[in-house]
């Protein structure tokens, strides 16, 4: 099983209404939310540890959870409300999100609900995102990180959100601190290049390969991905699709990554060591066409298993 470790929010996704006043529709969302929901429509064995409201939306969330497959054994409750991020979307730029989460239950996890083990089936664990960036949940993510690195293969998405970042040094110095404790890392390359203003994406990517992951990832968009091993690189081109819009797409290319490594057989730390540039590319064309379905839809809705075997992949 993977274990899905962060925030599960609700994402005011706009639709159109007028054109200066679009009409907005409340989605489960989250970096973590979408891609625990992406193994489970993906039929991976998936669990979400994080904590969710016991309001409505909160409810609506792990009903989500559950109706997709996701084991929520460790999910906890919380009294305080759900966060909500609105979304706010521009022909051809990413989607700028802002969050009002100030006491929100996913915020609120601490160090003494993370579990004293994990089950025996757990095989891979997910972080990243927001919910490394303020405590006292992102203290409780990182201790788990911290305990299971080496154990387990851990997997990071940093999915930056330059709003909520105060001081962008402190913050790249505590990402590279986070490198060291993963195998595989996924980034895009609007992310490294918020990070790094002053060196091309892919060096960038090439440095943190340096730092201890097995396996560094890079999105560009409709230009494709690339995936850097050492002494190895593979490459797929970007997929033309009808876009509604980006909402998801990197968590559903998470997803997909993870789905594919997980059914080769390589969601440990000695197999990724080994994958070929072959398996990386086949696995990034995987990823990029779930990504690319997503994107033909409105909001974070991946796809499902069924939806990528018609495209010959599965």
């Known amino acids: 099983m993977i274990l899905v470790c962060g925030e599960a ?7 159109p209404a007028s054109p200066d006043q679009p009409a907005y529709v409340a989605r489960g969302g989250g ?31 792990r009903r989500q959870l559950e109706e997709d497959g996701v084991d929520c054994r460790l999910v906890r409750d919380g009294d305080e409300p759900s966060t909500l991020a609105m979304v706010f979307l521009e022909a051809g730029a990413e989607p ?6 100030e006491g929100a ?29 303020r405590d006292p949940g992102a203290s409780a993510y990182e201790s788990l990180m911290r305990r299971e690195s080496g154990r387990r293969l851990v997997s990071l998405d940093p999915n930056v959100r330059p709003g909520l970042i105060r001081d962008r040094a402190a ?19 609007a992310d490294l290049e918020w990070l790094y203003p002053d060196r091309a994406p892919e060096d960038a990517a090439a440095a943190w390969l340096d730092r201890g992951p097995a396996v560094v990832v890079v999105t560009r968009g409709h230009d494709g991905a690339v995936a850097l091993v050492p002494g190895g690189r593979a490459e797929v081109q970007g997929i033309a699709v ?3 819009d980006t909402v998801g797409a990197g968590d559903s290319f998470t997803s997909g990554l993870l789905a594919w490594l997980h059914r080769a057989g390589r969601l440990d730390r000695a197999a990724i060591d080994g ?19 997503t994107c033909t839809r409105a909001g974070a809705q991946p796809p499902t298993f069924a939806e990528m075997r018609a495209t010959g992949l599965a």
């Open 9 to 15: 929010l609700i994402d005011m996704v706009p639709l």
């Open 31 to 61: 970096s973590h939310f979408n891609v625990a929901i992406g193994l489970g429509r993906l039929e991976v064995p998936v669990g979400f540890f994080g904590r969710l409201s016991l309001d409505p939306f909160g409810r609506m969330m």
């Open 96 to 101: 700028v999100y802002t969050f009002h989460d």
């Open 105 to 133: 239950a996913d915020r609120m996890l601490r160090v003494e609900d993370v579990p004293a083990a994990l089950p025996e089936e757990v095989r891979a664990l997910h972080f990243g995102s927001i919910s490394l960036l």
């Open 171 to 189: 913050y790249v110095e505590r990402l590279e601190e986070w490198l060291s404790l993963a195998d595989l890392v996924k980034v895009s390359r």
């Open 242 to 244: 009808t876009v509604s």
């Open 275 to 293: 994958v070929t540039e072959d398996e990386l590319r086949t696995a990034l064309a995987f990823a990029n066409t779930a990504a690319s379905i």
